[in-house]
């Protein structure tokens, strides 16, 4: 089985920056996407970027210009870069990785809190 093991999560200012990473371990062939998912307290998971082993990337509206999400295929780790912090990205944030296609195998972190406050 997959683990995710995540890090980079914690408590800045508005305006400031975090960089979340996510690393895959285990027996894996083929990885499809890795991502990043967000949970607010009373709001419905949503998902934030994710890239796929291809390139290609999708942003959440709300994150367009201050998130940047990137991957090391060889080491199956994401990352994301947040700037530009704002109180509203405040949420517990989820990796999620899927296998093989879009419709293969996932897996999910167990989040890591992100604080955005003055």
């Known amino acids: 089985q997959v683990q995710l093991v995540e890090s980079g999560g914690g408590s800045v200012q508005p305006g400031g920056s975090l960089r979340l990473s996510c690393a895959a371990s285990?027996?894996?062939?083929?990885?499809?996407?890795m991502g990043w998912y967000r949970q607010a307290p009373g709001k419905q998971r949503e998902l934030v970027a994710v890239?796929?082993?291809?390139?290609?990337?999708n942003y959440a509206e709300s994150v367009k210009g201050r998130f940047t999400i990137s991957r090391d295929n060889g080491k199956n780790t994401v990352y994301l870069q947040m700037n530009s912090l704002k109180p509203e990205d405040t949420a517990v944030y989820y990796c999620?990785?899927?296998?093989?296609?879009?419709?293969?195998?996932?897996?999910w972190g167990q989040g890591t809190q992100v604080t955005v406050s003055s």
């Open positions: 999620n990785v899927v296998l093989y296609s879009a419709y293969g195998p996932e897996y």
């Open positions: 890239v796929t082993s291809a390139g290609s990337t």
């Open positions: 285990g027996i894996i062939f083929s990885i499809y996407a």
